[in-house]
T-cell receptor, first 111, second 112 residues
Framework: NAGVMQNPRHLVRRRGQEARLRCSPMKGHSHVYWYRQLPEEGLKFMVYLQKENIIDESGMPKERFSAEFPKEGPSILRIQQVVRGDSAAYFC?????????FGQGTRLTVV | DQQVKQNSPSLSVQEGRISILNCDYTNSMFDYFLWYKKYPAEGPTFLISISSIKDKNEDGRFTVFLNKSAKHLSLHIVPSQPGDSAVYFCAASARGTYKYIFGTGTRLKVLA
């Protein structure tokens, strides 16, 4: 059973471009979470999704950020018109219940 | 509003001694607590958890203590090993929410 897979591991985008971060949860896990870690900070909750549904997006910035977890395929975190402040490590986690397993993260650098 | 706080950003401990990492929370609805360990450039790795019906959970060298009245939990590592050097995050959730609130982490350095 492979762990939570995130790709790409590193992503460089110019200001104004779009960033797409992918997360494949562990087999059998129906809960997916996205967290962001800014430099020298802890992990900040962004969004919690179940298949085809956003359950809690209270941590998502209101503009430019969106997330989905389609019936088929990975969960996608999409950041439109990236700015330098979006540079961070983005972690995805999945769980069957209360215990979440994290992926290796995607480090986004906006230049 | 920081609902989960780790007030010590760093901690240094001699190899073989006990490491104690602390975590405080403010939300009385939290009833499930976890500790994760994180190495640089890697994702957090689950270490140990405790639910609010218990006040102690032990797994090998790692023990987590929960004091509900003080809204405080701690992670004890004994004996500490150099490979334990990492950033440790505590996290809390309220049952049924599946939403984890993380502390800012404590960087543990175990000196050989």
């Amino acid at each position: 059973n492979a762990g939570v897979m995130q790709n790409p591991r590193h992503l460089v985008r110019r200001r104004g471009q779009e960033a797409r971060l992918r997360c494949s949860p562990m087999k059998g896990h129906s809960h997916v979470y996205w967290y962001r870690q800014l430099p020298e900070e802890g992990l900040k909750f962004m969004v919690y999704l179940q298949k085809e549904n956003i359950i809690d997006e209270s941590g998502m910035p209101k503009e430019r950020f969106s997330a989905e977890f389609p019936k088929e395929g990975p969960s996608i975190l999409r950041i439109q018109q990236v700015v330098r402040g979006d540079s961070a490590a983005y972690f995805c986690a999945s769980s069957p219940d209360e215990l979440a397993f994290f992926g290796q993260g995607t480090r986004l650098t906006v230049v | 509003d920081q609902q989960v706080k780790q007030n010590s950003p760093s901690l240094s401990v001699q190899e073989g001694r006990i490491s104690i990492l602390n975590c405080d929370y403010t939300n009385s609805m939290f009833d499930y607590f976890l500790w994760y360990k994180k190495y640089p450039a890697e994702g957090p790795t689950f270490l140990i958890s405790i639910s609010s019906i218990k006040d102690k959970n032990e797994d090998g060298r790692f023990t987590v203590f929960l004091n509900k009245s003080a809204k405080h939990l701690s992670l004890h590592i004994v004996p500490s090993q150099p490979g334990d050097s990492a950033v440790y995050f505590c996290a809390a959730s309220a049952r049924g929410t599946y939403k984890y609130i993380f502390g800012t982490g404590t960087r543990l350095k175990v000196l050989a």
